[in-house]
């Protein structure tokens, strides 16, 4: 894997070359040493189960069952970050009814990437601040050699979970804080926490009418999934801010990162949504796989969703760093220069 060719961020970006803003600094909460081992504690295990996890398989303790909980709640889950979290309650990409709205709330919280309040804050400060100073989560906060966007990546990745503050929700997601529905299901992301890591058990009990289908679907279908939603999902605050391609012009270095589209349901269509952070659509050229943009579609036409924010052929090529590349945007016509 090589870097892109425009990987060096954009003067300004590594905080040794920052300029200081007008605006004030992004406010911030004290993180306190409890909620930092509990957040090692969520990390910590599901990974250690990924490590596991060949061993565990090799000995025979996987089967349909567990394969089939664990796609499933992987999907639930990974779904209720991409359209419910960001493109929905982040961006505002698409509006809809009250029970779709607590439905992607609950769905998202079962990834356990922390409540819905406090994910929409720190995301919506990544976009104001994206790879300069002041990002949560930039890969390039400690420079551009080799080595410190080897660590920016590590961080980029996990450790700015642990960073000493957290993002205001007073601040970022007021809008979230006030919705009495929203805001009951942040109250409830601990009952929902174990909702994620039991009912794969359960169901797999049930199922195999036994005790070690229980064990086995807690697992693969709590423990291995949650792991693989949250490696995925972070993977787009590091691999494609280093790695990747970048056809559309931006202020930042967010990437197109192609191998990932499938597991991230189409957000490693990085670059794209950093040049129009409100599409309901961010692989928006054709070959690009976006299966929460087709979720959304779906979400339309039965009209659970409505004044979706689809990409506009006009507006995306105009930031194309290639105009040769206008040809692959689905309804694009060459003007008519006669």
Aim: one cysteine or more; charged letters at 15%.
């Amino acid at each position: 894997m090589a870097l892109t060719e425009q990987a060096a961020p954009m003067t300004p970006t590594s905080p040794s070359t920052t300029t200081p803003r007008s605006r004030p600094e992004p406010e911030t909460v004290p993180l306190s040493r409890t909620s930092q081992i509990m957040i090692g504690v969520f990390v910590a295990v599901p990974l250690l189960a990924v490590v596991a996890a060949i061993p565990v398989a090799w000995g025979g303790w996987l089967g349909w069952t567990d394969l089939i909980l664990a796609l499933v709640f992987y999907s639930i889950a990974a779904l209720g970050i991409t359209v419910g979290f960001h493109r929905l309650f982040t961006h505002g990409s698409f509006k809809a009814p009250r029970a779709v709205r607590v439905g992607f709330a609950i769905a998202g919280s079962l990834a356990i990437e922390g409540n819905i309040a406090q994910w929409v804050a720190d995301h919506r400060l990544h976009h104001s601040r994206s790879d300069e100073e002041g990002d949560p989560h930039s890969p390039w906060r400690f420079g551009t050699s080799k080595r410190a966007v080897a660590k920016g990546l590590l961080f980029a990745h996990i450790g700015w979970l642990f960073d000493g503050g957290q993002t205001s929700i007073a601040r970022y997601a007021p809008d979230i804080a006030a919705d009495k529905d929203l805001n009951r299901v942040a109250r409830f992301f601990p009952a929902l926490v174990l909702t994620s890591l039991l009912l794969p058990a359960v169901l797999g009990g049930l199922i195999t009418w036994s005790w070690m289908g229980a064990l086995t679907a807690f697992f693969w279908a709590g423990l291995v999934r949650i792991a693989l939603v949250h490696h995925v999902t972070w993977s787009i605050n590091s691999i494609c801010h280093v790695f990747g391609k970048r056809p559309f012009a931006t202020r930042d270095n967010s990437s197109n990162v192609a191998w990932l589209a499938i597991p991230s349901f189409g957000e490693s269509w990085h670059n794209l949504h950093h040049a129009e952070p409100t599409s309901a659509r961010h692989g928006a050229l054709r070959g690009q796989l976006d299966l929460s943009a087709e979720l959304i579609r779906v979400l339309e036409r039965m009209n659970l969703a409505r004044d979706v924010r689809w990409p506009n052929p006009a507006r995306l090529a105009a930031k194309l760093k290639d105009p040769a590349m206008r040809r692959r945007i689905p309804g694009w016509v060459e003007p008519d220069e006669s």
